[in-house]
């Protein structure tokens, strides 16, 4: 059976054809240009492909929520031609199959959780570190919903006194994505992060700012592994660095046989930067079921 999966991303839509077992079959990458004209793009490229479903991991925040009469729509995004944009609503007007919708965080978390480092978890965290920060919570076995989606991103964090950056994010300053996304670090430091790969001030502070969060989801969540991606995270250096201060920043005070070794328990993505387009496949699956 064939599956169509969208990884709807701020910079390019990946759309992608896979079957039952994860599999991707065929893929293609288009830019994130305004609806009209990526919508129709991506509505002919899963045209004809015979899928029995989609999935879609989007970007947010979105509307989860299926009793509500936007459920399926991008809301208040900071991409402005996105706004209140009904991309459940075209696809599936357009393709007439059932559709399976989430973050795209979330899709990661749940590709990790089917076929990945997380298989067979009860409770699990992923979490993007990239333009933005996301986090995608796996609890009791399930994708972690509430009133709307997490936003682990936008947890508020103190600036580390030696840090005299305002703060990237538009609502809050110093929040998560705020002082440790891509951009907060291209604007504290003057530089592109990619260009900064044998600064070790830059990445011992933002494995502070990374080990700090991490730290509070793990205080909360309780998860049993934790997983690190992101284009911040492709600098090999950060992730010891992150192990090494979240333990310190435990202080010893909770006491698991996860925690005995963290470098099995905070973890890089397993599935080759595959996972949010996996993911996106098995919402699709979940979705067919849901429709039988």
Same mark, same amino acid.
């Given at each position: ?12 839509? $990946?759309?992608? *054809? ?23 793009? =991506?509505?002919? +490229? ?24 936007? %459920?399926? %729509? ?9 706004? /209140? +944009? ?10 007439? $199959? ?8 979330? !899709? ?7 076929? !990945? ?7 699990? =965290? ?7 920060? !996301? *986090?995608? *919570? ?10 709307? @989606? ?20 538009? %609502? @809050? ?28 001030? $830059? ?23 934790? =997983?690190? !991606? ?6 090999? /250096?950060?992730?010891?660095? $992150? ?31 595959? /996972? ?17």
């Amino acid at each position: 059976m064939r599956f169509g999966a969208l990884e709807a991303g701020g910079t390019k839509m $990946v759309c992608a *054809v896979g079957n039952e077992d994860g599999k991707i079959l065929e893929r293609v990458s288009i830019p994130t240009e305004p609806p009209d004209t990526t919508m129709p793009k =991506i509505y002919e +490229y899963f045209c004809g492909k015979e899928i029995a479903a989609l999935g879609i991991g989007c970007f947010g925040p979105i509307d989860l929520s299926r009793e509500s009469k936007t %459920y399926g %729509y991008i809301t208040t995004t900071s991409k402005l031609a996105w706004r /209140q +944009y009904n991309i459940c609503g075209y696809l599936k007007e357009h393709l007439n $199959v059932p559709i399976g919708f989430d973050t795209d965080v979330n !899709g990661s978390m749940l590709g990790e959780a089917t076929w !990945g480092c997380a298989k067979g978890l009860d409770t699990a =965290i992923y979490i993007t570190v990239g333009t933005g920060v !996301g *986090v995608g *919570v796996l609890a009791g076995g399930r994708l972690l919903h509430g009133m709307q @989606h997490p936003e682990g991103g936008h947890i508020l964090i103190p600036a580390r006194e030696d840090d005299r950056y305002s703060g990237k994010c538009p %609502y @809050h300053g110093h929040c998560m994505e705020g002082l440790a996304a891509g951009p907060a670090i291209e604007e504290r430091w003057g530089k592109k992060a990619e260009t900064l790969a044998d600064d070790e001030k $830059v990445w011992e502070l933002e494995a502070h700012y990374l080990a700090y969060a991490v730290t509070n989801y793990i205080m909360m969540l309780s998860p049993q592994k934790i =997983i690190l !991606g992101g284009g911040v995270m492709h600098q090999e /250096q950060l992730l010891p660095m $992150v192990r090494s201060k979240v333990d310190k920043m435990l202080g010893g005070y909770i006491r698991t046989k996860e925690l005995l070794d963290m470098n099995s328990y905070i973890v890089a993505p397993s599935l080759q930067d595959n /996972q949010g387009i996996m993911g996106a496949l098995k919402l699709g699956m979940e979705a067919l079921d849901r429709a039988d």
